[in-house]
């Protein structure tokens, strides 16, 4: 275990002695089998936010946790599912101005794209809050679920994923791409607030739906279907 500001836990190589540089924005951060040596032990994120370029954890043993806070990441990112991540206000903030990122993850408790470079998901995310101000950000066809989803700048490509959203799908601004792309509100309370927009189907599985605020549209959006 190890805080992410102290040096002594940063090393080169794979395997190699600590002592260098902590991380910043055009540094690789690499978890692999040489960074664990038993179950549980934890980094730390005392820098808050902590700064990397690309972040990955596909090589890392021993169940691994992060205590994450805030995490300026300039590249991609690439978490496991034996790992838990957890801390107050965790915040994935991407902010790379490069294109071809990737993310693979099992769940992010909030994730924000401010950043003019592009994202691809590379496998199923769910998420507690996504929001894209800036950049290009791409589903890969893969499923999303999610809490929240706004889309306040930037472009949305969703091709023919199927969003799971449980309260807000908040479009006021960017390119949306979705005309193939399902949503469900598995809940009551979930709704939609776009304008001028084209979308599939919506669905809402809760038992009160219609309601007045399922659907809060500025006007202009056309529909597959609404049920």
Known sequence: ?????????????????????????ADDVLFD????TAVNQ???????????RSMDWSGALYNPRF?????????????????????????????????????TAPYLYQADFNGSGSWILNDTLSCGWLEINQGT???GNYPISLG???IWGGAAYLGTSLITCGSEYNVNGGTLDADSSDIIFPIDGGYLS???????????????????????????CTFHSVR
């Not at 903030?93 to 071809?100: E, L, P, Q």
């Not at 776009?194 to 549209?217: G, M, Q």
């Open 1 to 25: 275990s190890g805080n992410w500001s102290d040096p002594n836990q940063w090393a080169l190589s794979s395997g190699g002695a600590g002592g260098n540089c902590v991380p910043n924005f």
């Open 33 to 36: 089998a040489n960074s664990f």
């Open 42 to 52: 934890v980094v730390t994120n005392d820098a808050i936010p902590a700064y990397c």
């Open 67 to 103: 205590a994450a806070g805030r995490i300026n990441l300039y590249g991609s990112l690439t978490l496991i599912d034996s790992m838990v991540v957890s801390g107050s206000g965790v915040e994935w903030n991407f902010k790379s101005s490069a294109t071809g990122n990737t993310i």
């Open 137 to 139: 950000f791409q589903s």
């Open 148 to 150: 929240t989803f706004r």
């Open 194 to 220: 776009a304008s001028s927009r084209v979308f599939h189907d919506v669905i809402f599985e809760s038992t009160t739906f219609p309601t007045s605020t399922s659907i809060l549209s500025g006007g202009g």
